[in-house]
């Protein structure tokens, strides 16, 4: 049944969102600690306007793809990497074939970068990453974090309907801890090897970053 229904769009405005301001230095370390190779194979699996994608892309990374179920997001995509503009696709993550341009399976490396808390079956969407991945290939996943501490800190400054909006249209409606995150990983069979915190102070992070490698 999902995979026949279409997602939820979210409206794109702009490449960047205040998220990359510090996701992207995070995932650029994960690449260099992995020592990911400039000839990777890297799929970006709901890259929205395209802001991680042109950034690795410039940082020679050439070998990247990226679909969004967001028309908004895929136009801007295409008009920031002019050249490779048909390497960016309007897709739906649960559908398993990729767009006709796209290499069908067999990347390095897949991206997810704060794409997970939209979908209504997580679990589905890992299944699929776990396809498209080359054995021993490497997902990288972020999504808003979520703890005891810094849930009892957004309960306390008077901050839960800011943070928990039911009314955000394509909004989050998966909110994951680390615990939560690792038993979709392994449900999906994609074994989580890594862990970090992105943004703000530890245990009130924006977001997590969980590397998984697809067994």
């Known amino acids: 049944m999902l995979d026949k229904e279409p997602m939820k769009a979210y409206r794109w405005e702009d490449s960047r969102t205040r998220a990359h301001c510090y996701l992207l230095p995070s995932i650029e370390r994960i690449f260099d600690k992995l020592r990911v190779l400039k000839d990777a194979v890297i799929l970006d699996a709901g890259c929205g306007g395209g802001h991680i994608a042109q950034e690795l892309y410039n940082k020679n990374y050439k070998n990247i793809w990226g679909f969004d179920a967001s028309e908004s997001g895929i136009e801007i995509a295409k008009n920031i990497l002019k050249g490779v503009e048909n390497r960016f696709e309007v897709h739906n993550a649960y559908h398993i074939e990729l767009p006709s341009s796209f290499p069908k399976k067999g990347y390095d490396i897949v991206l997810s970068v ?7 079956s997580p679990k589905k969407y890992l299944e699929n990453i ?6 021993g290939g490497i997902l990288i996943i972020t999504t808003p974090y979520h703890g005891y501490i810094k849930n009892l800190f957004t309960c306390l400054s008077n901050k839960f309907d800011k943070h928990f909006n039911p009314l955000w249209e394509g ?4 909110f994951f801890s680390k615990n939560t995150l690792y038993r979709t990983f392994e449900e ?9 915190g992105s943004g703000r102070l530890p245990f009130l992070w924006k977001s997590m970053i969980i590397v998984g490698k697809n067994d």
């Open 114 to 120: 704060e794409v997970i808390e939209h979908m209504y």
């Open 171 to 174: 909004g989050h409606i998966k």
């Open 130 to 135: 776990g396809f498209w991945l080359k054995k």
């Open 188 to 196: 999906a069979g994609i074994k989580p090897l890594e862990f970090c």
